[in-house]
């Protein structure tokens, strides 16, 4: 599977588009909104020469990758994909719809598979025509550096789209995990209440963010939740709890903060607007 279309080309599509052009195939990646493709195109740019810089890609190996790059506004360009990877934002009616879009434009035997953080596999398998060839591929933030990707078996995935999503991700130099299709799949179910108790501590004015998150890095974790939701965006974190807990049938341990729509209200959204729980000036 070299040919490969990559919907959304925000944090995490345009994080894709790197590892997939740094690996040999080639990326179709389409977005929507005006902007956007400009704005993948710098940061994937910037990311090459990053590389460069450390000496992990020469001139040569970046130029290749620069030209496997195919910038897209029309769903047609995906006609010879071979598989699909869907980064849109964190929205079932939208996703359910692009899928839909997604079946009729992509050779029948394409694999169509989605970024989701915590919707139903299933659910976007059973609107297509082809739910035996609609998986998970769920990388993590940032796409180039973390190596873990899980892959989902909806109720419908076939094993031989398991295969291929699975031996995909390690030929992109990543460590791919078999999961179930379950709210928050592994990650982002065990992930929750790391996020949702630190915002219950700072929503009881028990702590403010820099002091939850300095206690949490003492006890060995790289970032904060704090850091790490300016990381993700917060508007992104939002929706994935709000789906967890649908998903979850309102239990009450998932259910999710008001400060976290607050801050969205307000536009904090994190480091992709400059002010999220702290400033990026
Ligand atoms: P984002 O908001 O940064 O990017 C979404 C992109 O999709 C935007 O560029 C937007 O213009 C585009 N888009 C909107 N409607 C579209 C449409 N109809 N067709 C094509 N493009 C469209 O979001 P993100 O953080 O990249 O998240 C994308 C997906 O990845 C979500 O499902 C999210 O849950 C998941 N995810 C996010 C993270 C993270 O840390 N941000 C990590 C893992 C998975």
């Known amino acids: 599977m070299?040919?490969?279309?990559?919907?959304?080309?925000?944090?995490?599509?345009?994080?894709?588009?790197?590892?997939?052009?740094?690996?040999?195939?080639?990326?179709?990646?389409y977005d929507v909104a005006p902007g956007a493709l400009e704005s993948a195109a710098a940061q994937i740019e910037a990311w090459l020469r990053e590389a460069m810089g450390k000496g992990r890609l020469d001139e040569a190996?970046?130029?290749?990758?620069?030209?496997?790059?195919?910038?897209?506004?029309?769903?047609?360009?995906?006609?010879?994909?071979e598989v699909i990877i869907e980064?849109?934002?964190?929205?079932?009616?939208?996703?359910?719809?692009?899928?839909?879009?997604?079946?009729?434009?992509?050779?029948?035997?394409?694999?169509?598979?989605?970024?989701?953080?915590?919707?139903?596999i299933t659910a976007l398998g059973a609107v297509t025509r082809r739910p035996e060839r609609v998986g998970g591929m769920h990388f993590f933030n940032p796409a180039p550096v973390m190596r873990l990707v899980e892959i989902v078996r909806g109720l419908a995935t076939s094993e031989e789209t398991l295969r291929a999503l699975s031996d995909l991700a390690r030929r992109w130099g990543k460590t791919p995990v078999l999961v179930k299709d379950t709210p928050g799949f592994i990650v982002?179910?065990?992930?929750?209440?790391?996020?949702?108790?630190?915002?219950?501590?700072?929503?009881?004015?028990?702590?403010d963010p820099p002091t939850v998150d300095r206690l949490v890095r003492a006890l060995g974790f790289r970032m904060g939740p704090f850091e790490l939701m300016d990381l993700i965006g917060l508007d992104v974190n939002l929706a994935?709890?709000?789906?967890?807990?649908?998903?979850?049938?309102?239990?009450?341990?998932?259910?999710?903060?008001?400060?976290?729509?607050?801050?969205?209200?307000?536009?904090?959204?994190?480091?992709?607007?400059?002010?999220?729980?702290?400033?990026?000036?």
């Open 2 to 29: 070299e040919r490969v279309g990559i919907v959304g080309a925000g944090t995490m599509g345009r994080g894709i588009a790197y590892v997939a052009i740094t690996h040999g195939a080639q990326v179709t990646l």
């Open 61 to 81: 190996e970046a130029q290749r990758a620069r030209e496997r790059l195919r910038l897209s506004t029309a769903l047609e360009d995906f006609a010879q994909a």
């Open 87 to 120: 980064a849109a934002p964190e929205d079932l009616a939208l996703k359910q719809e692009i899928f839909r879009q997604l079946d009729r434009a992509c050779p029948p035997d394409a694999i169509l598979a989605s970024n989701t953080s915590s919707l139903s």
């Open 188 to 207: 982002n179910r065990v992930a929750r209440p790391f996020y949702l108790e630190a915002l219950r501590l700072v929503g009881e004015s028990v702590a």
């Open 240 to 281: 994935v709890s709000e789906s967890l807990y649908r998903a979850f049938f309102e239990e009450p341990r998932f259910r999710p903060h008001p400060l976290q729509r607050q801050m969205v209200q307000a536009g904090r959204l994190g480091r992709k607007t400059g002010r999220g729980w702290y400033e990026y000036p």
